[in-house]
């Protein structure tokens, strides 16, 4: 199996702060790399696939990057919609796996 | 719009068999692009696929399973009733879980619909 982690595992930022998140698979994945945001209480939500694709609908704020091994989400400026959980997950090979899981908080 | 929505119990005894059924609407489950599948969330292991099935013409479709619960699950699927099904053998407190349903497509095996999720707890 595809290992995937994330770092880090809680952040507190503010409103308009500037986030990145950072995500590493286990072996090359290519571009193959979502990103998912979970707001409590609710299923997650695909933000970005294939490392940099944005969902329609998702805001131009939350951008993709990275290749092989090493993403990262970045969050151009944080609004308070924004403080909720995301997850990254390699969609090259089953079986699909997911990261841990980054909670941003409120600072 | 697809929507999905799953059902069945929420409590479970240990050694017990665990059924859960999704029922879709909005889109045809005879897409053979589309796959269905089950994921479960916990606060110790995260985000888990455990498993898909994709329509095929075989009435089994292909099913595709997560190696660590491969043993003990079954996916299976009725077009007819725009469902899919979940079943798990011999629960632990470990399957302690919200289960969520959903579909991806052959394009990308990203989920882009998600059930609500169903909390499954295994209790005696």
């Known amino acids: 199996d595809i290992q995937m982690t994330q770092s880090p595992s809680t952040l507190s930022a503010s409103v308009g702060d500037r986030v990145t998140i950072t995500c590493r698979a286990s072996q090359n994945i290519g571009n193959w790399l979502a990103w998912y945001q979970q707001r409590p209480g609710k299923a997650p939500k695909v933000l970005i696939y294939r490392t940099s694709t944005l969902k329609s609908g998702v805001p131009s704020r939350f951008s993709g990057s990275g290749s092989g091994t090493e993403f990262t989400l970045t969050i151009s400026s944080l609004q308070p919609d924004d403080f909720a959980t995301y997850y990254c997950q390699q969609h090259v090979t089953y079986p699909l796996t997911f990261a841990e899981g980054t909670t941003v908080a409120i600072k | 719009q697809l929507q999905l929505q799953e059902s069945g119990p929420g409590l479970v005894k240990p050694s017990e068999t665990l059924s859960l059924t999704c029922t879709v609407s909005?889109?045809?489950?005879?897409?053979?692009?589309?796959?269905w599948g089950w994921i479960r969330q916990t606060p110790g292991k995260g985000l888990e696929w455990i498993g898909s099935?994709?329509?095929?013409?075989?009435?089994?479709?292909?099913?595709y399973y997560n190696p660590s619960l491969q043993s003990r699950v079954t996916i299976s699927v009725d077009t007819s009733k725009s469902q899919f099904s979940l079943r798990v053998t011999s629960m632990t407190a470990a399957d302690t879980a919200i289960y969520y349903c959903?579909?991806?497509?052959?394009?990308?095996?990203?989920?882009?619909?998600w059930g609500q999720g169903i909390l499954v707890t295994v209790s005696s």
């Open positions: 959903g579909n991806y497509d052959s394009n990308a095996f990203i989920i882009d619909t």
């Open positions: 099935i994709s329509y095929s013409v075989s009435p089994s479709g292909n099913t």
């Open positions: 909005g889109a045809s489950m005879n897409n053979p692009s589309y796959y």
